[in-house]
């Protein structure tokens, strides 16, 4: 059993195949040999051979954990996705704490085109292991199918609805095609003006373009829809401060918040707001709860940015200096993430264009 283990962790599967078959042989009765055994001969390929060890090792031990889930693995890799499904499903049921089976019971009915059912053992899977990333894709891949089959029954039901130029304007919004993403979403809105989240959508991708009065308007029509919108406050109001509206921007900021406390992007803006009305302590503040709330993201950054213009005319070096080293910090982790990685940002609803950090320039000093 050592040998064989060994053996294993050096991937050396014919050698742990030979150790594990003497131990079969010597003790015929031991359910973790055929077990151990069925493994390794699961790992050198021989799915035919492993079988009938998994099925010894049940046999013997009808609680031993992971034999149900190998056995589903050599069934979905001969394509026998219901055979799979119950072994798998017997996993999950003898340990409940196995993601990895109620990953593969996902995958098997997801295999089975049955997308919805996959969803809740997936579910489950992230639920124990959340920064699995093949976890993370499988429940993604669900979801999508599930959505998708959604849309296809809302487009054979009306191919010019509301809804219909809704989800083609988020689509188009997703893959930055965004005067498309305008088209759909104005014909929409014409289609359904007092729908609420729709002017919201129209005046999101108006900003991504740069047309600032379009989606000012759009933010404020949603607002008059709704004006318990916490997100078009948030949305309209860092416009404004951005915009030579700071003042009407600070009071939409602050209201937003109040709402909505988990918008912790509007603090960044409204800090520039309270820097623009000369309020400079509590914008002061106001960047280090953005700091505080994400310390990592580009908002971050961008408000240590600040920080160190405030504390410069301020003239508290310490202060500044602090800042702009953090600020560096950041900028060089940003550009050394982005040599790496060619990455596509999808925002959610709350979020907001962010300044590329090299668009900042550095104060002298």
Same mark, same amino acid.
């Given at each position: 059993?050592?040998?064989?283990?060994?053996?294993?962790?050096?991937?050396?599967?014919?050698?742990?195949?030979?150790?594990?078959? !003497?131990?079969? @042989?010597?003790? &015929?009765? /031991?359910?973790?040999?055929? /077990?151990?055994?069925?493994?390794?001969? /699961?790992?050198?390929? @021989? =799915?035919?051979?492993?079988?009938?060890?998994?099925?010894?090792?049940?046999t013997l031990k009808p609680g031993l954990r992971g034999a149900n889930l190998f056995l589903g693995l050599i069934d979905y890799r001969e394509n026998r996705f219901k055979d799979a499904e119950t072994h798998l499903a017997r996993e999950t049921a003898i340990d409940p704490h196995s993601a990895k089976a109620f990953m593969w019971l996902g995958v098997c009915r997801l295999a089975g085109n049955d997308p919805q059912a996959a969803i809740e053992p997936l579910d489950k899977a992230y639920a124990l292991d959340p920064a699995d990333p093949d976890i993370l894709y499988h429940r993604g891949h669900a979801y999508l199918?599930?959505?998708?089959?959604?849309?296809? #029954?809302? /487009?054979?039901?009306?191919?010019?609805?509301?809804?219909?130029?809704?989800?083609?304007?988020?689509a188009y919004a997703q893959s930055y095609r965004n005067q498309d993403a305008i088209g759909e979403f104005e014909l929409a809105v014409k289609m359904a &003006?007092?729908?609420?989240? =729709?002017?919201?959508? =129209?005046?999101?991708?108006?900003?991504?373009?740069?047309?600032?009065?379009?989606?000012? #308007? #759009?933010?404020?029509?949603?607002?008059? !829809?709704?004006?318990? #919108?916490?997100?078009?406050?948030? @949305?309209?109001?860092?416009?404004?401060?951005?915009?030579?509206?700071?003042?009407?921007?600070?009071?939409?900021?602050? @209201?937003? =918040?109040?709402?909505?406390?988990s918008l912790s992007d509007a603090h960044y803006y409204l800090g520039v707001g309270l820097v623009a009305t000369d309020q400079a302590q509590e914008a002061i503040d106001q960047f280090n709860m953005a700091i505080a709330a994400d310390p990592g993201n580009d908002r971050a950054m961008l408000a240590y940015y600040k920080l160190a213009q405030l504390y410069r005319k301020m003239h508290d070096t310490t202060n500044q200096q602090a800042a702009m080293q953090n600020f560096l910090r950041m900028r060089a982790e940003t550009r050394e993430r982005q040599d790496r990685h060619s990455t596509q940002i999808i925002r959610n609803r709350s979020q907001l264009p962010v300044d590329h950090p090299d668009l900042a320039s550095i104060p002298a000093g």
């Open positions: 059993m050592q040998q064989g283990g060994q053996a294993m962790s050096s991937s050396n599967f014919a050698d742990a195949v030979t150790a594990y078959s !003497i131990v079969t @042989k010597e003790q &015929p009765s /031991f359910a973790e040999g055929h /077990f151990n055994l069925g493994l390794a001969l /699961f790992e050198s390929g @021989k =799915l035919d051979q492993a079988r009938p060890e998994l099925a010894k090792a049940l199918l599930v959505a998708n089959q959604s849309y296809d #029954a809302m /487009f054979r039901l009306n191919t010019d609805s509301m809804r219909v130029h809704q989800v083609l304007g988020e &003006p007092h729908q609420p989240g =729709l002017h919201e959508e =129209l005046a999101d991708q108006y900003w991504v373009v740069g047309n600032l009065d379009k989606a000012a #308007a #759009a933010y404020r029509e949603e607002l008059e !829809i709704d004006p318990y #919108a916490a997100t078009s406050m948030y @949305k309209l109001g860092s416009l404004l401060v951005l915009n030579h509206g700071a003042a009407e921007g600070v009071q939409l900021l602050r @209201k937003a =918040l109040h709402a909505d406390p």
